[in-house]
C-alpha cells in the first residue's frame, strides 16, 4: 500500500514564523503535491512538484514556498505565517502526471492554527 | 476549463435509505473524473473513477457512480446507507493545464446517517 505521511498532525504557530510541513512519501512516486482544505472551498492546489527540486505553482502559491531535495519528500513552508494561513494541509503523491487517471494518494492531513 | 459541482453541501440519510450524492462537471475534452472519501481526521480515499470506459463505475465499499454526458453529470450513490458512511464526499476533474494534469475538486458534500 502506498503511505503518504505528514509530520505533524495538529500545529499551532504564532503570526510572523517560518512554518515547515514535511510529507514523506514511500512508493517513488514521481509527483507531489501539496493542498490546504477549507470548509465550502473543497481543495486548493497550493503548489506541486513532478521531479527532484521541480516545482510549479498552483492556483493559490501566495505566501507559500516549496521545497523537494530528494524524491520521496516534498515540504511546504510559510515564510512568515499569517492567521489566513490557518487551514488543513494535505499531501499527495502520484505516478507520472501524463497519466491522465493517476489516483492521488493523501496523507491524513496536518491542521495548523496560527495565532 | 474544467470544474465541478457539487449540490448540496450537507446531506442526511436514514440507515439503509439510498445514499444520493450529485456531481456536474464542465470540460471541453473528455473528462476524467473521480470521487473521493474523507473519513473525520484521514485523508481522502479514492472511491472511484470514471476513465472513459463503461459509464456505470463501481467502486469500494458498495459506492458506484453512472457518467451521464448528456447531463454532464457524475452522481454517487449507494441502495442502502450505513453508519460507517458518514464522512466528507469530493468529486474531482482532470484539468490539462501548461503540460500537466492537475485534478479540480468540488467544494465537498458532508454525509450524515442516522439510525
Known amino acids: 500500500d502506498v503511505k503518504v505521511t505528514q509530520s505533524s498532525r495538529y500545529l499551532v504557530k504564532r503570526t510572523g514564523e517560518k512554518v515547515f510541513l514535511e510529507c514523506v512519501q514511500d512508493?517513488?512516486?514521481?509527483?507531489m503535491f501539496w493542498y490546504r482544505q477549507d470548509p465550502g472551498l473543497g481543495l486548493r492546489l497550493i503548489y506541486f512538484?513532478?521531479?527532484?527540486?521541480?516545482?510549479e505553482k498552483g492556483d493559490i502559491p501566495e505566501g507559500y514556498s516549496v521545497s523537494r531535495e530528494k524524491k520521496e519528500r516534498f515540504s511546504l513552508i510559510l515564510e512568515s505565517a499569517s492567521t489566513n494561513q490557518t487551514s488543513m494541509y494535505l499531501c499527495a503523491s502520484s505516478l507520472p502526471l501524463g497519466g491522465r487517471t493517476n489516483e492521488q494518494f493523501f496523507g491524513p492531513g496536518t491542521r495548523l492554527t496560527v495565532l | 476549463a474544467q470544474s465541478v459541482t457539487q449540490l448540496g453541501s450537507h446531506v442526511s440519510v436514514s440507515e439503509g435509505a439510498l445514499v444520493l450524492l450529485r456531481c456536474n462537471y464542465s470540460s471541453s475534452v473528455p473528462p476524467y473524473l473521480f470521487w473521493y472519501v474523507q473519513y473525520p481526521n484521514q485523508g481522502l480515499q479514492l472511491l472511484l473513477k470514471y476513465t472513459s470506459a463503461a459509464t456505470l463505475v463501481k467502486g469500494i465499499n458498495g459506492f458506484e457512480a453512472e457518467f451521464k454526458k448528456s447531463e454532464t453529470s457524475f452522481h454517487l450513490t449507494k441502495p442502502s446507507a450505513h453508519m460507517s458512511d458518514a464522512a466528507e464526499y469530493f468529486c474531482?476533474?482532470?484539468?490539462?493545464?501548461?503540460?500537466?494534469?492537475?485534478?479540480?475538486f468540488g467544494a465537498g458534500t458532508r454525509l450524515a446517517v442516522h439510525p
Open positions: 512538484s513532478y521531479d527532484v527540486k521541480m516545482k
Open positions: 474531482a476533474v482532470i484539468m490539462f493545464s501548461g503540460g500537466y494534469n492537475k485534478l479540480i
Open positions: 512508493m517513488d512516486h514521481e509527483n
